[in-house]
């Protein structure tokens, strides 16, 4: 017989799904249980959904299923689906009528109520499903912690935006934003541990933060009131849309040593016609213009951005649009996704979808691009100068793996690092996509620190 209870998670989506984990786990951890990596172990199972894109909601339904087998086993596991695919009634539904063996089914907007749900079962053993409208702002909760170094900040919660080919405003309701000192007080508090270096405040869209709450308080006064904390620390955030990326936003990213200089702009496409059909409520070139600033006066800045190819009636001619403005931008890196019909959404029933085969070709010409770009910026490294954290001591007695603001590794020599200080290293050379450097200074930053990274993902 066992003694201890264990669970395992299984996590799907974006860094909030992500950290939605980590409030699950929370639950968990206070109630005893231990995390397994072997679902076969586990007394209670929770799959943490995403519905962004086709492919996610193929690959979770796969893995419910798999889950049958071992519930039989051992019909005590608790099962639970809950995350953006389970907020969808009809969604809720499917998985009840293919699925009877998942026990607690609820949605996006009752993650902070997992533990009670849980004690219920666990009492009275009977199904249990819940899928609210509105979110409500549960302060302190637990979190068990996964990321590292890393601790992920939620600053607020839904979009907005409509996007005429997202789930997302539909599946996270409309934005709310948490109160500032909510946020400077978890932040303080993580930062006393000393265990976390980053901390990244995550958003649909980080720059209309504030815009729902009453307080002199919009998304550059709350970076700026993060950064006066008395730590040793990077403050990062995402998402940005280039609609609300505002002139005060770029300042205090500039003039703030501790505001990680990444910038991820997802900008879609890159034709004027497509951006309108998106909703995107922007035109290339007032997002050039936006490119232009963050250039000038961030030369440091690494920016990256997300495509969708093959919205419906995406031309040609639309699409070279978009590889023109990516070799405009030169992007230190991208990701690209195939569109994705998602029911509900206005672009699922406009005329003129777009072929698999065509979606294909065009994500491939866009990696093509990318690598192209990516080995350029690269070699322009060479030479550079980079603020970095070491993450690592490497076998070799005398190396340390030390990570880029932009997310890139790079191999020093040095006999005596800390691990988790930050530290300046110059990039010396690099061999098979590997970069080495060597430490120039230790602590604080550089002003000619430069960042880049590539990778694209489908
Ligand atoms: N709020 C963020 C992230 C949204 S989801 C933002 O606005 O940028 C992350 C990315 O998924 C989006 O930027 C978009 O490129 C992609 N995406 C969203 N819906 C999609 C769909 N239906 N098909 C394909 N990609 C999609
Ligand atoms: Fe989706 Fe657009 Fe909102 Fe991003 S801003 S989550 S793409 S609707
Ligand atoms: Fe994130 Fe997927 Fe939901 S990307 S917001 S978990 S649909």
């Known amino acids: 017989m066992k003694n201890n209870k264990f669970y395992h998670i299984y996590t799907y989506g974006c860094q909030m799904n992500i950290h939605e984990s980590e409030k699950l786990a929370g639950f968990l951890e206070e109630r005893g249980y231990i995390e397994t990596k072997e679902p076969n172990l586990a007394d209670v199972i929770v799959f943490n959904t995403c519905c962004i894109r086709k492919s996610a909601e193929e690959k979770i339904f796969g893995n419910i299923g798999a889950i049958k087998p071992i519930k039989k086993k051992n019909p005590n596991l608790v099962v639970a689906v809950c995350g953006c695919m389970a907020q969808q009634s009809q969604m809720a539904e499917t998985i009840q009528n293919k699925f009877p063996f998942v026990d607690i089914i609820f949605g996006t907007h009752n993650v902070n109520k997992f533990g009670q749900y849980l004690d219920d079962f666990n009492c009275k053993h009977e199904k249990l499903k819940n899928i609210e409208e509105e979110i409500q702002i549960i302060e302190g909760t637990p979190v068990y912690r996964t990321s590292g170094y890393n601790a992920w900040v939620n600053i607020m919660y839904g979009c907005n935006n409509f996007c005429t080919y997202c789930i997302v405003p539909y599946v996270r309701g409309r934005e709310i934003s948490r109160k500032p000192q909510d946020i400077i007080n978890e932040i303080e508090n993580l930062l006393k541990t000393k265990k976390y270096k980053i901390i990244t405040l995550l958003g649909q869209n980080v720059n209309s933060y504030g815009k729902d709450l009453e307080d002199n308080i919009n998304f550059a006064k709350l970076m700026q009131k993060i950064v006066e904390l008395p730590y040793e620390f990077k403050l990062k955030f995402m998402t940005s849309h280039p609609k609300d990326l505002t002139d005060e936003v770029i300042e205090t990213i500039a003039n703030n040593d501790k505001i990680s ?194 990778t694209i993902s489908q």
């Open 261 to 454: 200089k990444a910038i991820h702009l997802p900008v879609q496409s890159g034709s004027n016609r497509i951006l309108k059909l998106m909703n995107r409520k922007y035109t290339v070139e007032h997002y050039k213009e936006i490119i232009k600033k963050i250039k000038d006066k961030i030369p440091n800045a690494t920016i990256t951005s997300d495509f969708i190819v093959g919205f419906p009636t995406e031309t040609e001619e639309d699409f070279l649009a978009t590889c023109e403005l990516i070799k405009d931008v030169e992007y230190n890196s991208i990701f690209a996704f195939m569109y994705s019909k998602r029911e509900g959404t206005p672009a699922a029933i406009m005329e003129g979808q777009i072929s698999d085969e065509i979606k294909n070709q065009r994500v491939n010409t866009l990696l093509k691009l990318e690598k192209e770009i990516s080995n350029q910026k690269n070699y322009e490294l060479i030479g550079k100068i980079e603020n970095c954290i070491v993450e690592k001591k490497l076998e070799n007695d005398d190396e340390y793996l030390v990570k880029t603001d932009g997310g890139k590794t790079i191999i020093v020599k040095d006999d005596n690092l800390n691990l988790l200080e930050f530290v300046d290293v110059k990039i010396t050379k690099i061999s098979k996509n590997q970069l080495y450097g060597e430490i120039v200074n230790n602590g604080g930053t550089n002003e000619e620190t430069i960042t880049n990274d590539a």
